[in-house]
């Protein structure tokens, strides 16, 4: 399902993150430019994580390394249940475990 809309540049959402440490209000922003009190809120809280400044969640790149870690994870659970089959199969085909349909 395609989003709403395009995400804002980096520099767009630097330039928020400025002007609320500034001491502009993200409700201030969000009714003077487009986005929402909620992302304003959002690109500051990732800036601040980002920085340093909190330590309670991940960093983009932390975020980046967690989810390609996991993709490998995935593939490599599949290439492995693929070579169990596979071994399986050898296995019966050259009798070194009888079938399950055999009577033994």
């Not at 330039?15 to 487009?34: C, I, K, N």
């Not at 340093?52 to 490599?76: C, D, H, K, Y």
């Not at 693929?82 to 050898?90: G, S």
């Amino acid at each position: 399902m395609p989003r709403g809309r395009r995400p804002y540049p980096q520099e767009f959402r630097r330039q928020m993150v400025d002007l609320v440490r500034a001491g502009r209000t993200p409700e201030d922003l969000a009714q003077e430019f487009e986005p929402t009190v909620k992302a304003i809120r959002n690109w500051v809280k990732q800036s601040d994580l980002e920085e340093g400044r909190l330590e309670q969640n991940l960093t983009s790149a932390e975020r980046e390394e967690l989810r390609r870690l996991r993709r490998e994870n995935r593939q490599l659970r599949e290439e492995r249940e693929i070579l169990a089959k596979a071994a399986a199969w050898f296995a019966r085909e050259t009798g070194s475990i009888p079938s399950k349909d055999s009577d033994s």
